[in-house]
């Protein structure tokens, strides 16, 4: 029975973390940050709130632990997989804005 | 002495550490960490397109956002009815499960007509798969990218309320108890995931 109790933290406090962070990323979008300020705020934000949905709502925090370093592994991918790709993305940008002129250039003619 | 013996073998009698129970919750993670990474992908794919984009029509102009903060509510709310479902079983309340669940797919179901409606808001307003809005100017891949994850999500949500009907048919017959319940268990923890990936998606598709 004190193993079915550990089971039930408090889900209504992690709902109201969840509903103020929601509301939190929409107001930081208008606010007059910097762009990189906003991009950072957010992905943090939504990070937390996805561990929150993690941790308590699907028990990772009450689990073992080897089921923990298990979840973290598609995370770990997915940032080696954006790391992997950057150089190409910074590549892309000044291609894609390169041909983007000449078609510009091409249309007025 | 001999008795000794036989009582020291029986301690050591082979258990297997996987229980048909917790198999079960063990492979549902596995689908789950293999769909995190589809959405992974999905996801990385979106940012190199657009990263590699000469002009990216701003998200919060082409999407609504404040509709989709209510559909992100709601999520969280059908979140919080499953960990109820789940709670209400682990106490032998088959009733008050059968309510949870319920809510559950009501949560589900408004979802996925939201969704259908701003898809029918934003086709209608000219965003297809190889236009944008009139009077936007960016990149036509918009289009195919917000097209392809929302509807990849949307997918699993659909997936999730059939998923939620077949326990909650189960659930009305009576099939979980106090003591079995590790089906209504692995059905959270779906779609708690479907809540998580939305969260994500809900960040990087409308809100950067």
Not at chain 1, 55 to 65: A, G, N, S, T
Not at chain 2, 26 to 45: K, N, P, T, V
Not at chain 2, 151 to 157: K, L, P, S
Request: with cysteine; charged share 10%.
């Amino acid at each position: 029975m004190e193993h079915a109790h550990k089971e039930h933290p408090k889900y209504m406090r992690i709902f109201v973390i969840l509903i103020i962070l929601t509301i939190a990323e929409v107001a930081v979008v208008y606010m007059p940050f910097p762009k990189i300020v906003i991009a950072l705020l957010l992905i943090g934000m939504a990070c937390s709130k996805a561990l929150y949905v993690a941790l308590y709502f699907m028990h990772l925090k009450f689990e073992q632990k080897t089921l923990m370093v298990i979840a973290l592994t598609p995370f770990i991918i997915c940032v080696f997989l954006v790391f992997m790709l950057l150089p190409d993305l910074m590549d892309g940008a000044r291609h894609e804005g390169a041909k983007a002129e000449s078609q510009v250039v091409d249309a007025s003619h | 002495m001999e008795q000794t013996t036989t009582l020291d073998h029986s301690a050591d009698v082979y258990e297997p550490s996987l229980t048909p129970d917790s198999l079960g919750k063990l492979g549902m993670w596995l689908f789950l960490i293999s769909d995190a990474m589809s959405f992974g992908a999905l996801l990385a794919a979106y940012g190199a397109i657009r990263a590699g984009a000469a002009e990216w029509a701003p998200p919060s102009e082409v999407l609504g956002i404040n509709l989709t903060a209510g559909m992100t509510f709601l999520l969280i709310c059908s979140s919080v009815t499953m960990v109820k479902a789940l709670e209400a079983i682990q106490n032998g309340n088959q009733s008050r499960m059968c309510t949870f669940l319920g809510l559950t797919i009501l949560g589900g179901l408004i979802f996925l007509g939201l969704q259908a409606y701003e898809w029918t808001h934003l086709i209608t307003h000219g965003l297809t798969f190889t236009t944008l809005p009139h009077g936007m100017s960016g990149s036509t891949l918009f289009g195919p990218t917000f097209y392809t994850i929302t509807g990849f999500h949307g997918a699993h949500v659909t997936g999730g309320v059939i998923y939620l009907i077949v326990i909650l048919i189960q659930g009305l017959r009576g099939t979980y108890t106090a003591e079995n319940n590790h089906k209504v268990e692995i059905l959270g923890l779906y779609w708690h995931f479907v809540d998580l990936v939305w969260i994500m998606v809900f960040t990087f598709v409308y809100l950067l």
